[in-house]
């Protein structure tokens, strides 16, 4: 009942930016920390900046100073501005959001932290 997209992936030159985009929707009762991970050929996946509810960011020593990342908490929303992009940051980027579910009860409805939750994945590619 929870599901995350992504958009705003696409083929960039090197120095170019793209603003990635993921909405979670579904049965939320509140997300504590929402990021963002990538994943290219042949390799692990791994972070590459994170988001909590409060705002605190932790980014990746390889993307610091040119990747930005923010969150609407409003819309469930968490976004990836991505600046002076450089062919090694071409990657499948997935979406992730640790979240407490709303479940009904018979006399109301609680919230149980502790859910994780992938997107689908946007392709990123930077080249020439």
């Known amino acids: 009942q929870v599901q995350l997209v992504e958009s705003g992936g696409g083929l960039v030159q090197p120095g170019g930016s793209l603003r990635l985009s993921c909405a979670a929707s579904?049965?939320?009762?509140?997300?504590?920390?929402m990021g963002w991970y990538r994943q290219a050929p042949g390799k692990q996946r791994e972070l590459v900046s994170t988001?909590?509810?409060?705002?605190?960011?932790n980014y990746a020593d390889s993307v610091k100073g040119r990747f930005t990342i923010s969150r609407t908490n409003a819309k469930n929303t968490v976004y990836l501005q991505m600046n002076s992009l450089k062919p090694e940051d071409t990657a499948v980027y997935y979406c992730?959001?640790?979240?407490?579910?709303?479940?009904?009860?018979?006399?109301?409805?609680?919230?149980?932290?502790?859910?994780?939750?992938w997107g689908q994945g946007t392709q990123v590619t930077v080249s020439s």
């Open positions: 579904g049965d939320i009762f509140s997300i504590n920390t």
């Open positions: 992730n959001a640790d979240l407490s579910r709303r479940f009904r009860t018979g006399w109301g409805t609680t919230a149980v932290p502790g859910w994780d939750y």
């Open positions: 988001i909590t509810s409060s705002g605190s960011t």
